[in-house]
């Protein structure tokens, strides 16, 4: 569905307005979409959070990237909700493997705060030397919608596998959330709901623990290095960085997807 979803020529026309108002964006100016336009990007939106489970690590398809700039786009120019347009579009750019983008976009949550820390890569989710301490730090007051803060439980379940293996997704959590954004009217509807599981899925398998071995994770710790890799150290890894066996290794991937780090560790 999302191949196709990004070959309807009607989208790319949508699309070209989508680029247009980010160029405003990035000078200053308030983007500005053509009204005819708004709905079917914000459909687009919905459309492709709906099929987050569809979304592999690797390669997501294009329209992921396209959804989320439709949706950044959207909240600048004031298009709907622009906290909650903030929010879909973190989780697109999640999805389309660009993290750096879903921590600039996102803005400060009023909700759980490791949820701000989740998308921000900070605190738990910034070094393995942090301390996990007690849930109740890290959640803070349970403020924002009651959704909002069941999501802050995920993010929590996955600091504490980042952090020191334990625990995990909880897949009846998960369901049930689904099922309340479903069939009740909260402060997230079930394709929030779904995407956000679909990104704490990707960033657990993407868990430094999960790739390097486990002798090497206090001296990572020591060195404040983070609980989680991006997408090209994964590979590396996985293709056998650490191999010892390997005398020879190169390495090709654009500027800032952490070749540095991969390097360090």
């Known amino acids: 569905m999302l191949k196709t979803l990004g070959e309807d020529p009607g989208l790319t026309a949508d699309y070209a307005h989508v680029l247009r108002g980010l160029a405003d964006l990035r000078i200053g100016e308030t983007p500005a979409l053509d ?24 390669e997501p398809p294009p329209v992921v990237l396209m959804a989320a700039n439709a949706a950044l786009a959207l909240a600048a120019a004031g298009y709907g909700d ?14 389309a493997d660009k993290p750096m983008m879903a921590a600039a976009v996102i803005g400060d949550i009023v909700g759980p705060q490791i949820l701000n820390e989740f998308f921000q890569r900070m605190g738990l989710f910034s070094s393995l030397s942090e301390e996990l301490g007690e849930e109740a730090a890290h959640n803070g007051i349970r403020k ?11 993010a929590w379940e996955l600091a504490q596998f980042q952090q020191n293996g334990t625990s995990g ?5 998960s369901e049930a959330l689904l099922r309340v954004a479903l069939h009740v009217g909260l402060d997230l509807n079930a394709s929030d709901v779904l995407a956000f599981s679909r990104v704490a899925q990707l960033r657990m398998g993407r868990a430094t623990r999960s790739h390097v071995p486990d002798h090497l994770l206090k001296d990572l710790a020591y060195g404040g290095f983070p ?21 020879a290794w190169s390495f090709s991937a654009p500027t800032g997807t952490g070749k540095t780090s991969s390097q360090d560790c």
Do not use: I, M
């Not at 924002?144 to 995920?154: F, K, R, V």
């Not at 590979?235 to 390997?246: E, H, P, T, V, W």
């Open 82 to 95: 622009p906290p909650r347009l903030r929010l879909r579009a973190a989780l697109l750019y999640e999805l």
């Open 169 to 173: 997704l909880h897949g009846p959590t």
């Open 227 to 247: 609980p989680e890799l991006w997408s090209g150290q994964a590979l590396a890894l996985d293709a056998g960085l650490l191999d010892a066996s390997f005398d």
């Open 144 to 154: 924002g919608g009651p959704l909002l803060s069941a999501l802050g439980q995920q």
């Open 35 to 58: 009204d005819d336009c708004v709905d079917r990007l914000h459909g687009l939106v919905e459309a492709v959070l709906s099929e987050a489970t569809a979304v592999e690590a690797t």
